[in-house]
């Protein structure tokens, strides 16, 4: 007999205990061969007259339910039977609703998705304060929306408004945070969650009905049409209508307000199935899916080195951001040095600003941001670093100071103390050349904000003219520190540009030409803004800063050949001290109010904006660069893998999650599409728009990517 994922034991004072706990897995997730098992614990449930409470609480030591399981609704082949599986859902969430007696959720760890929306369905909800408690309705974020009640029973239990934010941004909330808005009823220590369960448990049934529920269920139809206005304004600014998911979660709750729970239920569970169809959900879900596989990764053969303590070599923006991810999130202490104090106060300022920040929104205490800035110290000379297992470098980009810190490391530090470089366009290999343990020396690729970017790049070299390459170790050391600093990362080859940055650039330069045709700068960043991207392509060249591009550029150039040949607008950029936003005058202005065109910036370069190509037409032209220069990096080995590139599109540059990255996207379109698109544009705008082989290979052969 297969052991079952809910067990039921009882005691003395009446009060029943359901546990789940999903056999052979770390995490609870709820699968549709439970659907017997629940319904028979359901059934000796009501057949006992005994019972004055049900605690459901989770066997896992650090997870409640992280929802239902993702693989069983990719698996799912027609709408219907994923609609299906979303009625199991709501048929026995509302049977457990209907028990005469208390029902109580003890909740510690993740609660997400489905999970919440049993709890929802539970008559109280009691959670732990520990870190590890998260509750959230994720859906949105697979293109999906919640289809087990979800969307009918939070804006009835915390208001039309709460819940709308909660479900379009599928943000996990702590445990203080779920109280305050009424998803939670009670935060209590671990160590007391189920004997405060419990007694909640024996104290009478709560009744539904709150003042709050009657304003949501249309005490004032008005107010609400005005909340669900506005939600759907905040929405749309961010998706731009390419996520059918947000449109639907609106119609589905604004739907179960106006004609009740029953109707709600109904419409929920339709709506949820044909959305597991759709694209959009299977390109967000394929993200899951190779994160979390990617989470196992240890990006080489070898076992990571034991790592007690980081060293960074540079005090600037970069510097400030390393050290706050390694000291906070990885837990390691952390020794800055910079070539003067005021670089050192720089960076401490940046930890603390940052920290203060979670203080305020009490996300730590004073205590907790006192004890990790103690963790971050810094000086003007190598104090310290003999204790070093790693140096992350994040000085000027300029190869002979990098030369030089690689022979200041191997003097002051360890004999295997990594050498870890956060250069964006040197090679690796060059800046080894300087090692006599070049073994120890490998890219770790950073994007800026540190804190905030997910992604990245560990670049191994090949070996310099007297030594080896990268070590195993080595990369297996620095893909672990970059997970604990929570980071994805991935291995790319050490040509120039790496992966990220040579994808953007061609992407950027063909963005620079379109504004040199005369297109007005705010139609460009539309284009791409509404084809998915975050940011436009002008507005982040004004981001990143002109000088960093004019910088990069030519060494792309040097090293990749003509197709990267940068449009001439660096120079009279950089000569009118055109920086961007840190220099305050980029393309837009930087001292208004509102976001605002610098228009002088055209008669700078001699330009009388005019629309002439479509959004369209923009968006497609600058992202066919794009693609067509991944499909190289992944030919040529700079990528270990579609996926890789994939998420490093996305991770790194926020190429539209929805499309599920480059290659995701020229599956889905096609690749002989993709083949005559470039055809088509290698006519109308030249050959650096001309397939590569590996496309061209792949479209005779009707293969695929993935
Ligand atoms: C009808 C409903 O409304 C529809 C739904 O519920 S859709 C599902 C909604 N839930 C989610 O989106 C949550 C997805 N999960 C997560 O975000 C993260 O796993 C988490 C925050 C829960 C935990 O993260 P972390 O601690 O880093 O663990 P992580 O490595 O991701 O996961 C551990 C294991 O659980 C699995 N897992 C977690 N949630 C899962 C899910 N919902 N479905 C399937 N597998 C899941 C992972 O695949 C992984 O499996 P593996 O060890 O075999 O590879």
Same mark, same amino acid.
């Given at each position: ?12 004072? *009446? ?37 004055? *409470? ?20 990719? $698996? ?10 979303? @009625? &199991? ?41 520990? !870190? ?22 939070? +804006? ?44 909640? $448990? ?16 249309? *005490? ?11 939600? %759907? ?40 199935? =044909? ?19 990617? &989470? ?5 053969? %070898? =076992? ?32 800055? @040095? ?27 205490? &004073? ?21 070093? !297992? ?45 090692? #006599? ?67 953007? $650039?061609?992407?950027?330069? #063909? ?25 436009? +392509?002008?507005?982040? /060249? ?19 050949? !003509? ?9 009279? /950029?950089?000569?009118? !001290? ?27 370069? =001699? ?26 990096? /992944? ?48 006519? &109308? ?7 590569? =082989? ?13």
């Amino acid at each position: 007999m297969t052991q079952s994922a809910f067990s039921l034991s009882y005691k003395d004072n *009446g009060v029943a205990w359901l546990k789940i706990d999903v056999p052979n897995e770390k995490m609870n997730t709820l699968q549709a061969e439970f659907s017997e098992q629940i319904t028979s614990v359901l059934a000796e449930l009501k057949a006992r007259s005994d019972i004055k *409470g049900l605690v459901v609480y989770s066997g896992k030591p650090d997870n409640f339910v992280a929802g239902a399981d993702i693989r069983m609704l990719s $698996a799912c082949e027609t709408a219907q039977e994923a609609q299906a599986l979303a @009625k &199991k859902g709501q048929v026995l969430f509302s049977q457990l609703e209907q028990l005469p007696f208390h029902v109580v959720a003890a909740i510690h760890g993740p609660c997400l998705g489905g999970g919440l929306e049993l709890a929802l369905s539970c008559h109280s909800r009691v959670c732990s304060d520990g !870190d590890k408690t998260r509750l959230g309705l994720p859906e949105v974020q697979l293109g999906l929306l919640p289809g087990s009640g979800g969307t009918q029973r939070l +804006p009835r239990l915390i208001g039309v408004a709460n819940a709308l934010d909660m479900i379009l941004s599928g943000k996990q909330l702590r445990a203080k945070k779920a109280v305050k808005l009424g998803v939670i009823d009670q935060v209590v220590p671990e160590s007391i969650l189920l004997n405060v369960a419990e007694q909640v $448990a024996l104290s009478p049934k709560p009744s539904r009905k709150s003042s709050m529920q009657n304003w949501a269920l249309g *005490g004032n139809p008005l107010g609400r049409s005005v909340v669900f206005d506005q939600a %759907a304004k905040k929405a749309h600014e961010k998706t731009r209508g390419n996520y059918p998911a947000v449109d639907a979660i609106l119609e589905v709750v604004k739907y179960g307000l106006q004609h009740g729970m029953e109707k709600g239920l109904e419409q929920e569970a339709k709506v949820f199935g =044909e959305l597991v169809m759709s694209p959009e959900s299977a390109a967000l879900r394929s993200i899951f899916f190779a994160t979390t596989a990617m &989470k196992k990764e240890t990006g080489s053969e %070898a =076992e990571p080195l034991t790592v007690e303590r980081v060293a960074v070599l540079g005090g600037g923006l970069m510097g400030g951001g390393i050290s706050h991810v390694t000291a906070t999130k990885a837990g390691y202490p952390v020794r800055i @040095k910079d070539i003067s104090n005021d670089g050192i106060q720089n960076a401490l300022a940046y930890n603390f600003k940052l920290l203060d920040k979670k203080r305020k929104r009490k996300i730590i205490s &004073k205590a907790t941001l006192q004890k990790q800035m103690l963790t971050i110290t810094g000086g003007t000379d190598f104090t310290g670093f003999n204790q070093a !297992d790693v140096v992350i470098e994040a000085v000027f980009e300029d190869l002979a100071l990098k030369h030089q810190m690689v022979k200041d490391v191997e003097e002051y530090a360890k004999s295997n103390t990594i050498f870890a470089t956060n250069t964006s366009s040197l090679p690796i290999n060059q800046i080894a050349q300087a090692a #006599e343990r070049p073994e120890n020396v490998v890219g770790l690729h950073y994007f800026s904000p540190v804190e905030k970017m997910p992604l990245v790049e560990v670049i191994p070299h090949q070996g310099t003219e007297t030594g080896s390459g990268t070590s195993e170790e080595t990369i297996a050391t620095v893909v672990a520190l970059a997970k604990k600093q929570g980071k994805t990362p991935i291995v790319v080859g050490d040509k120039a540009g790496f992966y990220v940055n040579r994808i953007l $650039a061609p992407y950027m330069n #063909e963005a620079a030409r379109v504004l040199l045709s005369g297109e007005p700068i705010e139609h460009i960043d539309t284009a791409l803004l509404n084809f998915g991207f975050p940011v436009g +392509p002008i507005t982040l /060249l004004d981001e990143v800063g002109v000088d960093v591009g004019a910088k990069i550029s030519p060494i792309l150039l040097a090293e990749l050949g !003509d197709r990267f040949e940068a449009p001439d607008v660096f120079d009279l /950029l950089l000569k009118d !001290d055109r920086k961007g936003r840190k220099s305050g005058k980029g393309f837009y202005r930087y001292n208004t109010k509102k976001k605002e065109v610098d228009k002088s910036v055209y008669k700078l370069l =001699e330009l009388e904006p005019k629309i002439k190509e479509s959004e369209t037409e923009i968006a497609v032209r600058c992202s066919l660069m794009m693609l067509n220069e991944a499909v190289r990096c /992944l030919d040529e080995g700079v990528i270990r893998s579609a996926r890789d590139g994939d998420i490093g599109a996305i991770f790194g540059i926020g190429f539209p999650p929805f499309l599920g990255g480059p290659f995701r996207y020229m599956d889905h379109i096609g690749i002989t599409r993709v083949v005559d698109m470039l055809n088509e544009y290698t006519d &109308k705008y030249g050959d650096r728009f001309k397939p590569c =082989e590996r496309l061209l290979d792949m479209a005779k052969e009707e293969k695929t990517f993935y």
